[in-house]
């Protein structure tokens, strides 16, 4: 429980304790204690002090006779000696900067077994002891060369004689630091520390501080427990990942990438969680990023995990995480179909509305005063405009990092002047017609049953690239009628058709396309016969060997890699028709689906027998719209 926080129940004391003092109150007394020990400086006698007084003898001897100030300075004779002597007594430190700081500016001199009890100002060091020396003997001798004689020759005599003591100083210190008592009273048994619905305040809290402190010192095995219940805790956590990624069965929620960002978005928020304040946590950038990179699922079952871990820090007080979750849940709810970033502002309004809306709820709730509930209301209603921020440097950082794709990155794609397209329209402009055919089929198609219509749109436009190397050999694009398969053998026809996937493999690359259009230009085709070289190869051999005449592509395993397969192969028998009646299309549409059905090309398909039932009754829809009876009008004479 923290300081601040409303009681939820009565908590009694299980026995007696004391109360404690708060980490910091205990270190700052223990400073001030230590502090109050003055350092100790060591005196150190010269055994040379003699020659010094000897050598002042010698000084003033050989003063001349005729000096009339000789008398007066032989006088002083005893006076110069003892102030000599009297700047050792009082001791001379070597650089007074370095002395410890100590309170008052108090130092112990210790001498032979005296301790005596000195200010800072009396300690001179030898540069100042020197300089009073200087101006004792002016005073007593004036300004003249035998004076100056006296201070050239006994000045350097002035040395240091006090050394401090860091090993004694820091020994008393310590002790001193030991006897500043650590409690500041007593709390008995059966004695009531906090009522229900009461305000935490500094002495509840240094109470509950004290007895949580107790039962550690007296129970050990309370810290050990309280690790593996946070450990279970989080393997509780990490289970509902994996059993929601299990349940759910998407391929792309195994995908490494987004496993990845997955962890490495769970540790920024936990990072981030530990300096900023709660409500400002930008956990809806996250799951809106999620929302858009993946679907709302992944991104609301992050929400809820980094909820989880978030609510152990908080003491499991959920109420306090709501406002965060509920602001990121909104805002992925909204991106969910976004198609614009119009959609993107409008979603962060809405994310500070339910986030400081909410904050405000739980304050008011708790009866919290309106002045504490006022930062959290603030922070609420900015979460959701900083989100939006977030949320851009995500997508620019994780797009180009992980390559990550959203349904911006599909509408980028969907212009028709992107280099390749242009390409396509121009190198091999009958199967442009057929993409474009195609890509709008299966984007119909996609949005009935709930699918990507962005991306199966895209994949659509893309997915016969290959055929740039060698345009002249698809039907789509023949001219005048004249057919380069009649003049060479039907298996190598089956070879140049079959490496249009190869060939749009590497053209995609080389274009840098996103993984998903190469997905799914690779399975477009899974494993169909090419019937029409298969059977011309029938007329000559009745040996044959049908994986020769085979793709040779994995299956389909996304709604949108089927969707494309599909309105694929019923485009491209389509433009075979001769204005085609909408029962025919019908008959043909069905005729083409069952075959992939029977023929094992859905096998890995995630389309229902109700969604291919939509996909056809909307490829019906687009194909009676393109080749609808048009009314003959008579000609203008």
């Known amino acids: 429980m923290s300081l ?131 101006r004792r003997i002016h005073k007593l001798l004036g300004k003249h060369q035998y004076s100056r004689g006296i201070i050239n020759g006994v000045a350097p005599h002035i040395q240091s004689n006090l050394l401090v003591d860091f090993g004694e100083t820091e020994k008393k210190r310590n002790e001193a630091c030991d006897l500043v008592e650590d409690s500041i009273g007593v709390v008995r048994e059966g004695e009531k520390i906090v009522g229900a619905h009461e305000v935490v305040n500094a002495i509840v809290y240094q109470k509950l501080y004290s007895l949580h402190k107790k039962q550690i010192r007296e129970y050990p095995s309370s810290i050990f427990s309280a690790v593996c219940h946070n450990q279970v805790y989080f393997f509780l956590v990490v289970i509902f990942i994996l059993v929601f990624l299990y349940m759910r069965g998407k391929e792309v929620y195994t995908n490494p990438r987004f496993l990845y960002l997955f962890v490495l978005n769970m540790l920024f928020i936990l990072f981030v969680y530990r300096f900023i304040p709660l409500y400002l946590l930008p956990l809806s950038s996250v799951v809106m990023f999620f929302t858009l990179a993946v679907d709302l699922n992944f991104g609301i079952c992050f929400a809820i995990s980094s909820s989880m871990i978030i609510s152990l820090y908080q003491g499991f007080d959920v109420a306090k995480i709501i406002p965060v979750f509920m602001g990121s849940v909104v805002g992925g709810i909204l991106l969910s179909d976004s198609q614009n970033r119009e959609e993107w502002y409008r979603a962060g309004a809405i994310v500070s509305l339910t986030t400081g809306l909410l904050a405000f709820s739980i304050g008011f709730f708790n009866t919290v005063p309106i002045m504490e509930v006022l930062p959290g209301i603030g922070y609420g209603f900015a979460n959701g405009l900083l989100s939006i921020l977030i949320l851009f440097a995500f997508l620019f950082f994780f797009g180009r990092t992980f390559n990550v794709t959203t349904n911006f990155t599909w509408m980028e ?225």
């Open 413 to 637: 794609y969907t212009d028709l002047n992107h280099p390749l397209l242009k390409r396509l329209s121009v190198e091999a402009s009958g199967t442009y017609q057929h993409s474009l055919m195609v890509s709008s089929m299966a984007e119909n198609a996609a949005e009935a049953i709930g699918a990507n219509s962005l991306l199966s749109k895209v994949s659509a436009l893309y997915h016969d690239v290959g055929k740039l190397r060698r345009p002249e050999y698809f039907a789509e694009n023949f001219r005048n009628s004249e057919n380069p398969h009649d003049n060479i053998p039907p298996k190598l026809s089956a070879i140049i058709i079959k490496s249009h996937i190869t060939d749009g493999i590497m053209i995609a690359k080389e274009y840098r396309l996103p993984a998903e259009i190469v997905e799914i230009i690779k399975r477009h085709q899974g494993k169909a016969l090419i019937l029409p070289f298969y059977e011309k190869a029938k007329k000559y051999t009745d040996v044959l060997n049908e994986e020769d005449f085979s793709y040779d592509c994995p299956l389909p395993v996304s709604k949108e890699a089927s969707i494309v397969m599909l309105a694929d192969i019923v485009g491209a028998t389509a433009r075979s028709l001769d204005n085609p009646t909408d029962e025919e299309i019908e008959t043909m549409i069905s005729k083409l689906i069952n075959r992939q059905i029977v023929s094992g090309q859905l096998a890995k398909s995630q389309l229902s027998i109700e969604e291919l039932y939509i996909i056809s009754r909307q490829f019906q829809q687009s194909l009676q719209g393109i080749y609808h009876q048009r009314p003959t009008y008579p000609e203008a004479e």
């Open 4 to 134: 601040g926080d409303i009681a939820s129940r009565d908590i009694i004391a299980p026995s007696t304790f004391n109360i404690l003092k708060t980490e910091e109150q205990l270190k700052e007394e223990r400073r001030e204690a230590s502090l109050k020990v003055p350092p100790i400086l060591q005196f150190i006698e010269f055994p040379d002090t003699g020659i010094t007084i000897r050598l002042i003898d010698s000084l003033i001897n050989d003063i001349d006779d005729e000096f009339p100030l000789k008398r007066r300075i032989i006088r002083k004779k005893k006076g110069i000696k003892n102030l000599y002597l009297g700047i050792l007594r009082k001791g001379i430190i070597s650089d007074k900067d370095r002395l410890p700081n100590s309170e008052n500016d108090m130092y112990a001199v210790i001498k032979r077994d005296t301790t005596i009890l000195t200010t800072l100002d009396s300690i001179r060091d030898v540069e100042g002891a020197r300089e009073y020396f200087t």
